[in-house]
Structures are given as structure tokens and as C-alpha cells.
């Protein structure tokens, strides 16, 4: 099942805090980026986040759901509707993010 650009707009609408909210549809799924790192994405209209340790601290009932099969494991952020939780768990995870690998041309 592919996620909805109904569900892609009200996340990116949750996350309107900042213009550094970028997204990547891949595979009828999307990937959310904050100023350039990967935060997570949208997977079957669940918005999960990678489980950074500021993360699991900020949400520690959080379930750990597969994107898809085979691959790691993310946190569901269920508290979605909240802007000020949702601004403050991209922050406390920027810095835990890896930065983006350059591709090779």
C-alpha cells in the first residue's frame, strides 16, 4: 500500500514551522528531510521518524514499525496533530542525523 498525498500534505502542513521541510517521493512513499538530513517519512500514511536517541527519549511508548519490508526499523510518531511536539522532536534530532553522502557522478 502506498501513502496518500492527502496524508503527505497534512504532515508537511504539521511541519510548515520551518521552510527547511523538503520531501523525496520514492516508490509511492516519501522521505522527509529537515535543513538536508533525512528525519524519517511518510510509509503507508504513517509518518516515522529514525530512532536517534533524542527520539526515544522524547516519545519512550513510541511503537518501532517497518517502512517496508526488510528494512530497519523506525518510530510512529502518533502525536502528529501537535506542531510544538512535532517542532521539537525534528530539533532535539538534527544533530544526531547523519549528513546526506554526496553522490558519485
Known amino acids: 500500500m502506498s501513502s496518500t498525498k492527502d496524508y503527505l500534505e497534512y504532515i508537511l502542513e504539521q511541519l510548515s514551522f520551518s521552510d527547511d521541510i523538503t520531501y523525496r517521493s520514492m516508490m509511492g512513499e516519501y522521505i522527509?528531510?529537515?535543513r538536508g538530513k533525512i528525519i524519517g517519512g511518510i510509509y503507508d500514511d504513517r509518518f516515522l521518524v529514525k530512532p536517534v536517541t533524542s527520539a526515544k527519549e522524547m516519545m519512550?511508548?513510541?511503537r518501532m514499525e517497518l517502512p517496508y519490508g526488510g528494512?530497519?526499523?523506525m518510530l510512529l510518531v502518533?502525536?502528529?496533530e501537535n506542531r510544538e511536539f512535532l517542532k521539537d522532536?525534528?530539533?532535539a534530532m538534527y544533530d544526531?542525523?547523519?549528513a546526506l553522502k554526496k553522490r558519485r557522478k
Open 96 to 98: 544526531e542525523l547523519p
Open 78 to 80: 502518533e502525536d502528529v
Open 89 to 91: 522532536l525534528l530539533e
Open 60 to 62: 519512550p511508548n513510541a
Open 71 to 73: 528494512a530497519k526499523g
Open 32 to 34: 522527509i528531510y529537515y
